[in-house]
Structures are given as structure tokens and as C-alpha cells.
């Protein structure tokens, strides 16, 4: 779940969701991905049906498609997931959020934002965090 890619399809087979551990490391949100999974399989089985093609080279491509889709995604919440390990910093970024309705907000939208989420992982967010009130 977005620490290391992972073969989710082979000769006669393709993974989603859960099976494909495509939960969102730190939300635990997986319904979006299963669905764009579960989308994205049908339109590959479909073309390995046209083609008589089941071997995993052949559904490599359905790895690639999601891959390309969902991976920065998994790979940035597996980071924010990984600041939760830091309590003190997780406590200080709750509290601030607590005390700063614009923050707040901020942190809402980065649920839902991969751009602004990724703003989690730069040490000058913190920096700005400390020195802005």
C-alpha cells in the first residue's frame, strides 16, 4: 500500500482492491481505487478476449494502467502515514489545525487534494507552520 509496487496480474489473472492492496495507506480509503480497478480490469479482459490473450505479458498492462493512475497517490499517503509515527509532530499539527480555523481547512482539503497532500512531506510546511500563526 504505497511502500513498494507490487505484480497484480499474471497468466489467467488480474487483482483489485483489497487483493491488489489498493487501500489508501493513510485514510483507509479503498472504494474509489476498487472501483478504478474493477473499471480498468473489465476494459483489459475485454481486449484479452478479443485478442485469445491471457499470459501475463499481455496483462502487464492492466499493472501500467493502474500504476500510472493510483501510485503517487499510495506512495504519498504511505509517507503521511509514516509521520504518524512522530507523535510529537502529529500532535503539534493537530493542535495548530486546532487553534487556526484556515489551517483546519487546509488539512481537510488535503484528504481529498494529492497536490496539497504532497505539501505534507517538505520540511518547509513545518518551518511555515511554526512561524505563522
Known amino acids: 500500500m504505497g511502500s513498494k509496487k507490487r505484480k497484480i496480474s499474471g497468466d489467467g489473472f488480474m487483482l483489485t482492491g483489497d487483493a491488489a492492496s489498493m487501500i489508501d495507506p493513510f485514510t483507509g480509503e479503498g472504494i474509489s481505487n476498487a472501483m478504478y480497478c474493477g473499471m480498468t480490469a473489465a476494459l483489459v479482459a475485454g481486449e484479452a478476449l478479443k485478442q485469445n490473450r491471457f499470459d501475463a505479458d499481455f496483462l502487464q498492462q492492466y499493472d501500467e494502467k493502474i500504476y500510472k493512475r493510483l501510485w503517487d497517490e499510495l506512495k504519498l499517503s504511505h509517507t503521511m502515514q509514516k509521520l504518524c509515527k512522530f507523535p510529537w509532530l502529529f500532535n503539534f499539527v493537530i493542535n495548530k489545525a486546532e487553534k487556526n ?17 504532497a505539501k505534507f512531506k517538505k520540511p518547509s510546511f513545518y518551518f511555515k507552520l511554526l512561524f505563522n500563526h
Open 101 to 117: 480555523r484556515t489551517f483546519r481547512e487546509t488539512i481537510s482539503c488535503m484528504f481529498d487534494d494529492v497536490d496539497l497532500r
